[in-house]
């Protein structure tokens, strides 16, 4: 057999580069690509396998007219499964549809593919897979996303006795230093996804401000991250209104965590900033019981920027990253802000708070006040702010804001990796709707209108001139409610950990 390469990972199955199908392999994943579609003619074109040249020539042939007589087309996503020829060596075969030659070209097809590959395998624990024979990245991307499935509040009275596959073998045509290299990207990757992912899906009576925080420091920690937390008597003492505001209502107090991955010194400093909502029941303005149980992932964005920047030091990106990450549960109470309460943010804005639903922009104004007193190049902030996010875009495109130019590269970056961002603008002629009877500002506008951008122009007033900024609205996107597809599971997704990742390393690259 060839040389294996593993990788360090901290879950996931362990995925390693080979150049042959080895003893131990149960299944061979290939991918099958559909012919090209000809009208004219009647009998369609038989698909062709991806990678085939790791089989025999007897097992290429047998498994190409197996499929054909069952109808496998090669469509993107189709799933055929058949019992190996003899000499392969493994059990079954499994073709995944990765759509025609053009769609060889587009990563995301293929990190789909694998996606739903890896997720038909329950009850198989050792896999080979030709999918990375076009692109290692995307494939592993894939698989180790597809694999991804949470398991810590199961006890063994509902424990899944079967597991997907916890050895992957992908096969290449040469395991060089090209190819770990993509490799050990993709696991980076890969990983801090699902570090956001388990983020979001640990419930809020086991993720509260406090415990976010030292998980945070934790895991920052591990990560060579230099870590600070500010409790709540700071935060008071500090005059963080927002946090302070939104916090108090409830009996687990608010915290803001800040990570920071140091780059050279001449490296351009990005700051990060997400919104930790461990819990938003609307607090006063509570909201209705329906759904509410979804509110488990208004701490998506503080997920994905904590995630993003453990990616950097993972990927030691020579660029300078500081996650501002306010943290706190929005709960009715005695204690808790009122409808028409008046608080200061930090820096000194006030704000009337005309609906306590409105929280996320509160707490984000402070941390991304906080973030900008370091004079960073970029300001990255995301969250899931808004209903109208949905309303505008659906549930898997995030919204993002900001000043133009730069709002407009991380939207191009995210589309270059299958997270799909897209501008969004923000109106003047709403900012004058955020005016208050009372205070510099409130809180929301007096109707629905544009809700997402509303909440974009608050935010907006509490960036500094000069700074590049890009706000992502990912109410929708951070937190799959449907069934799983490709490689996104249902639950936490890890969206826009790789948005961020990408255009760190694009700064990076290019300032
Ligand atoms: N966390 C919610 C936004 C949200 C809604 C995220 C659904 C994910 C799914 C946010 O704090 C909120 O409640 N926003 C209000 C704002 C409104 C009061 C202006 C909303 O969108 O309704
Ligand atoms: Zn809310
Ligand atoms: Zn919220």
């Given at each position: 057999?060839?040389?294996?390469e593993?990788?360090?990972?901290?879950?996931?199955?362990?995925?390693?580069?080979?150049?042959?199908?080895?003893?131990?392999d149960?299944?061979?994943?290939?991918?099958?690509?559909?012919?090209?579609?000809?009208d004219?003619?009647?009998?369609?074109?038989?698909?062709?396998?991806?990678?085939?040249?790791?089989?025999?020539?007897?097992?290429a042939?047998?498994?190409?007219?197996?499929?054909?007589?069952?109808?496998?087309?090669?469509?993107?996503?189709?799933?055929?499964?058949?019992?190996?020829?003899?000499?392969?060596?493994?059990?079954?075969?499994?073709?995944?549809?990765?759509?025609?030659?053009?769609s060889?070209?587009?990563?995301?097809?293929?990190?789909?593919?694998?996606?739903?590959?890896?997720?038909s395998?329950?009850?198989?624990?050792?896999?080979a897979?030709?999918?990375?024979?076009?692109?290692?990245?995307?494939?592993?991307?894939?698989?180790?996303?597809?694999?991804?499935?949470?398991?810590?509040?199961?006890?063994?009275?509902?424990?899944?006795?079967?597991?997907?596959?916890?050895?992957?073998?992908?096969?290449?045509?040469?395991?060089?230093?090209?190819?770990?290299?993509?490799?050990?990207h993709?696991?980076?990757?890969?990983?801090?996804?699902?570090?956001?992912?388990d983020?979001?899906?640990?419930?809020?009576?086991?993720?509260?401000?406090?415990?976010?925080?030292?998980r945070?420091?934790?895991?920052?920690?591990?990560?060579?991250?230099?870590?600070?937390?500010?409790?709540?008597?700071?935060?008071?003492?500090?005059?963080?209104?927002?946090?302070?505001?939104?916090?108090?209502?409830?009996?687990?107090?608010?915290?803001?965590?800040r990570?920071?991955?140091?780059?050279?010194?001449?490296?351009?400093?990005?700051?990060?900033?997400?919104?930790?909502?461990?819990?938003?029941?609307g607090?006063?303005?509570?909201?209705?019981?329906?759904?509410?149980?979804?509110?488990?992932?208004?701490?998506?964005?503080?997920?994905?920027?904590?995630?993003?920047t453990?990616?950097?030091?993972?990927?030691?990106?020579?660029?300078?990253?500081?996650?501002?990450?306010?943290?706190?549960?929005?709960?009715?109470?005695?204690?808790?802000?009122?409808?028409?309460?008046?608080?200061?943010?930090?820096?000194?804005?006030?704000?009337?708070?005309?609906?306590?639903d409105?929280?996320?922009?509160?707490?984000?104004?402070?941390?991304?006040?906080?973030?900008?007193?370091?004079?960073?190049?970029?300001?990255?902030?995301?969250?899931?702010?808004?209903?109208?996010?949905?309303?505008?875009?659906?549930?898997?495109?995030?919204?993002?804001m900001?000043?133009a130019?730069?709002?407009?590269?991380?939207?191009?970056?995210s589309?270059?990796?299958?997270?799909?961002?897209?501008?969004?603008?923000?109106?003047?002629?709403?900012?004058?709707?955020l005016?208050?009877?009372?205070?510099?500002?409130?809180?929301?506008t007096?109707?629905?209108?544009?809700?997402?951008?509303?909440?974009?122009?608050?935010?907006?007033e509490?960036?500094?001139?000069?700074?590049?900024w890009?706000?992502?609205?990912?109410?929708?996107?951070?937190f799959?409610?449907?069934?799983?597809?490709?490689y996104?599971?249902k639950?936490?997704?890890?969206?826009?950990?790789?948005?961020?990742?990408?255009?760190?390393?694009?700064?990076?690259?290019?300032?």
């Open positions: 057999m060839s040389k294996n593993s990788v360090d990972r901290t879950r996931g199955p362990q995925i390693t580069l080979t150049t042959s199908i080895s003893k131990d149960e299944v061979l994943v290939l991918g099958l690509v559909a012919a090209p579609s000809d004219n003619s009647i009998d369609a074109a038989a698909p062709t396998l991806l990678g085939a040249d790791v089989l025999d020539d007897g097992s042939t047998a498994i190409s007219a197996a499929l054909s007589a069952l109808g496998a087309t090669g469509s993107h996503g189709e799933v055929t499964r058949l019992a190996a020829p003899e000499p392969l060596g493994v059990r079954v075969v499994v073709a995944i549809g990765v759509g025609d030659e053009k060889l070209d587009d990563p995301e097809k293929l990190r789909q593919a694998a996606g739903v590959a890896i997720r395998l329950e009850g198989f624990d050792v896999v897979t030709t999918l990375g024979s076009t692109d290692i990245g995307a494939a592993v991307e894939g698989l180790f996303l597809g694999a991804y499935r949470f398991e810590e509040f199961r006890s063994s009275r509902s424990a899944s006795t079967k597991q997907l596959p916890g050895t992957v073998h992908v096969v290449v045509e040469s395991v060089d230093k090209e190819a770990k290299a993509e490799l050990a993709a696991i980076a990757v890969a990983d801090s996804v699902a570090i956001a992912r983020f979001v899906n640990t419930p809020p009576s086991h993720l509260y401000p406090e415990e976010f925080a030292e945070a420091r934790e895991l920052g920690a591990k990560a060579g991250l230099k870590v600070e937390i500010l409790d709540f008597d700071s935060l008071q003492k500090d005059g963080y209104g927002g946090i302070v505001g939104v916090g108090k209502g409830s009996s687990r107090l608010p915290r803001l965590v990570l920071t991955h140091a780059g050279k010194k001449s490296a351009k400093k990005v700051a990060l900033v997400g919104k930790g909502i461990t819990f938003d029941t607090g006063i303005s509570i909201k209705p019981a329906a759904n509410m149980d979804q509110m488990t992932s208004d701490m998506g964005g503080a997920a994905a920027v904590i995630a993003a453990i990616a950097a030091a993972r990927l030691d990106l020579p660029v300078s990253v500081t996650a501002t990450v306010p943290m706190a549960e929005n709960m009715p109470s005695g204690t808790a802000q009122r409808p028409g309460d008046v608080l200061t943010q930090y820096g000194g804005t006030t704000v009337e708070v005309l609906n306590t409105a929280e996320g922009r509160l707490v984000l104004a402070d941390a991304i006040v906080r973030a900008c007193e370091d004079e960073p190049d970029y300001l990255i902030d995301t969250a899931t702010l808004t209903g109208a996010q949905m309303v505008a875009l659906g549930t898997r495109t995030p919204g993002v900001g000043t130019d730069f709002r407009d590269r991380v939207s191009a970056l589309a270059e990796i299958g997270e799909n961002a897209w501008p969004m603008p923000l109106p003047a002629e709403l900012r004058a709707d005016k208050s009877r009372v205070a510099d500002l409130a809180n929301v007096p109707h629905r209108w544009g809700g997402m951008l509303a909440a974009g122009l608050f935010l907006k509490f960036v500094p001139d000069g700074v590049q890009a706000h992502i609205d990912i109410a929708g996107p951070a799959n409610t449907s069934g799983p597809w490709g996104t599971p639950g936490g997704t890890g969206v826009p950990v790789r948005t961020i990742t990408k255009v760190l390393e694009d700064i990076a690259a290019n300032g």
